[in-house]
């Protein structure tokens, strides 16, 4: 399979269905293609979609996206999985450790000019915080 398949829901639902981290980046590392910004945010939306239902999975493809964003290497990648880590941490209830990855996140969009997901990070950061 692809990691640049025009269809990253696709190659999303064979990752989800390896439940190991190290698993999972062997799988992307054999793929076709390197992964895109795409999949990065369609991961992202499936850790949304799984918390707080599927700790584990969401937990797996958090450690994922931040493989992910470093093999793409540009603000946005890091800015999506960084904010992905800090709401899975904190919905295990690891509010200190969510902060960085919160602000961080908030940082890369900034300078990405995303305002708009700026904003949605800082909504997510303050839940957090109360």
Do not use: C
């Amino acid at each position: 399979m692809s990691a640049t398949s025009s269809r990253p829901e696709d190659y999303l639902a064979a990752l989800a269905q390896i439940r190991n981290a190290a698993q999972q980046r062997e799988f992307i590392s054999n793929a076709k293609g390197a992964p895109g910004q795409a999949l990065i945010e369609s991961i992202s939306t499936k850790i949304r979609e799984l918390l707080p239902s599927d700790l584990d999975l969401a937990q797996m493809l958090a450690e994922t996206n931040l493989y992910i964003a470093s093999l793409i290497d540009t603000p946005v990648a890091w800015a999506y999985a960084n904010r992905s880590s800090a709401q899975v941490l904190y919905t295990i209830r690891k509010s200190s450790d969510a902060e960085p990855f919160f602000h961080k996140a908030v940082d890369l969009f900034e300078k990405a000019g995303l305002i708009g997901e700026v904003g949605r990070t800082l909504v997510a950061q303050m839940d957090n915080l109360m």
